[in-house]
């Protein structure tokens, strides 16, 4: 087989930044949708949705209304990810690209606790799901497309760990077991076509990450548990490690077309890695990090395109620095590197197979929301309206019994005395937890005696031992009670406040007759 260097022109190599939106400094890359860079890009309220970059511009992929989605792969017309429900629990997503359009698809499987989609290729997504969460061991979870399309993917022992991590021409791989001791696998399918890639010998632990071109990657972890980049085609006798001399760890996350890529490091931990590009071989590699100017001191490859004479690898790079006696992320974004094949490749084929729904095409019915999206869009929508100054239109969406304390205008008075800076709200996160009613009303009778007279608009000192710090009004009940919330409002991030948000207000979402509305209303301390 060729060397890196004889199939690929080192001189041709260029660095490029994909822009940001304006307000947003931090990104990580994803994978490659076609040759269309994707990542996922930090915003306001710990969101970090994901975005496609279409001629060198980028475009935010969405899901219905919710807001707090997330990406870890791409392939050539599809993007794996989830969307999180008020508990913060996962739902596997995909995103199929129609024309320049991304339509999302959940994929989460009914009476599941948590999913998420890892990777996707070929029509197939795989990843993982718990049925109940701390309970039942992980599954992989693969899928073609659709919900219904599920199958769980197992190992020997059904009752052990499996990770499902990436896909390719119908083949899967993850991982069989837990921590550092679990077997890099690959699946065909089905649970009955399970390969244990683990090879022989001293390595304690291997993970196979991704899969592309007939070849498996990953990482395998010796005795002292350092690991090293890893490759495989299809079975254990067939185990390479890619870690070069020099460099005591090291990892690799994607492979196309014979070429291997991920990261190696020097030290046994911490941030200063460098992305690495292999072609089978330990010694035969590119450190990709050379080719980054100041003040990027770290990086590593999240995905690979070869089309033709053309290599495109994705990564991120990041600005390490010490701070004292620690390293901080001081800066992190998606950068591409772009060379020229001496070989020329096949060129890529822009459009797999995939099942694809939408709610445009004829007789195609909107899908109903779930209670989880109902309830998010509850708290999504009144803390729009308080963002927007809105105070009429978020009145509307209390519950009668919190209607009749507050005018809007009062309650735009009690919204703008509990403000933590002079800054104005431009953002609002929504939060959940598993709080029961009976929990919440056992908090407020052992702190404040189930004092009736604390409301909304006669307290003046709110949370002093925590929420709930007034009354829960008795029209709550557990019929109707669906939520606990918190609603994180949070400045314009070029401002130049310090705080992570400038407004807290607490919520419990009830159900009146089918309609999600705001039954219990406080703020923050």
Not at 10 to 22: E, G, N, W, Y
Not at 33 to 42: M, Q
Not at 316 to 322: D, G, R, S
Not at 509 to 520: A, E, F, Q, S
Request: charged fraction near 20%; glycine fraction near 10%; charge should be negative.
């Amino acid at each position: 087989m060729p060397s890196l260097r004889e199939r690929l022109d080192t001189s041709s190599i260029t660095v490029a930044f994909p822009p940001l939106p304006k307000g947003r400094n931090r990104a990580a890359a994803i994978g490659f949708c076609g040759s269309d860079p994707v990542a996922t890009i930090e915003g306001p309220g710990n969101t970090a949705p994901p975005w496609r970059w279409i001629n060198g511009k980028p475009e935010q992929l969405t899901f219905q209304d919710v807001k707090k989605i997330g990406a870890t792969g791409a392939s050539a017309n599809q993007v794996a990810g989830l969307w999180y429900t008020p508990k913060e629990d996962e739902r596997a997503l995909v995103w199929t690209r129609s024309g320049n359009a991304m339509h999302g698809t959940e994929l989460h499987p009914e009476n599941w606790q948590k999913s998420n989609a890892l990777a996707c290729s070929d029509g197939q997504q795989i990843g993982y799901g718990y049925v109940k969460f701390a309970k039942d061991p992980c599954r992989a979870l693969l899928w073609s497309g659709t919900r219904e399309s599920l199958v769980v993917l197992t190992g020997p022992d059904p009752a052990v760990e499996v990770m499902g991590e990436g896909v390719s021409a119908g083949i899967q791989v993850g991982s069989y077991g837990g921590s550092m001791h679990k077997h890099a696998c690959l699946w065909r399918g089905s649970s009955a076509s399970f390969v244990d890639l683990h090879p022989e010998g001293d390595l304690v632990g291997s993970d196979a990450s991704a899969a592309g071109d007939g070849q498996q990657v990953g990482v395998a972890w010796d005795a002292e548990l350092a690991g090293n980049a890893a490759v495989w085609s299809g079975s254990p006798e067939s185990f390479r490690s890619l870690g070069p001399k020099g460099f005591v760890r090291s990892g690799a996350s994607h492979c196309a077309r014979g070429f291997q890529a991920g990261w190696v490091g020097r030290k046994d931990r911490g941030m200063l890695i460098r992305a690495a590009l292999w072609n089978g071989e330990s010694e035969d590699w590119l450190d990709l990090q050379d080719f980054l100017p100041d003040p990027w001191t770290a990086s590593w490859v999240r995905g690979l395109y070869v089309s033709g004479d053309r290599l495109l690898i994705l990564g991120t790079a990041q600005q390490a620095v010490m701070s004292g006696n620690y390293e901080v992320n001081a800066g992190q974004a998606p950068v591409i590197w772009e060379a020229r094949l001496r070989i020329a490749e096949e060129r890529a084929h822009e459009h797999e197979p995939a099942v694809l729904q939408t709610v445009n095409e004829k007789n195609e019915a909107v899908p109903t929301p779930s209670a989880e999206q109902r309830i998010a869009r509850a708290a999504q929508d009144f803390g729009q309206a308080i963002v927007e100054r809105d105070f009429k239109t978020a009145r509307t969406l209390l519950a009668p019994w919190l209607q009749k304390q507050a005018t809007a205008k009062k309650l735009q008075t009690i919204i703008a005395k509990q403000m933590i800076s002079d800054d104005r709200p431009t953002d609002c996160a929504a939060i959940g937890n598993d709080s029961t009613l009976d929990e919440l009303r056992a908090h407020y009778i052992e702190y404040h005696k189930d004092d009736r007279t604390r409301t909304l608009t006669t307290t003046e000192e709110f949370g002093t031992w925590g929420p709930p710090s007034i009354h829960i009004a008795d029209e709550i009940t557990a019929a109707n009670f669906r939520q606990w919330m918190w609603l994180d409002f949070t400045p314009d991030p070029e401002s130049e406040s310090l705080v992570d948000y400038c407004l807290r207000l607490y919520v419990i979402i009830v159900d009146l007759d089918g309609v999600m509305k705001i039954g219990h209303l406080e703020p923050g301390e």
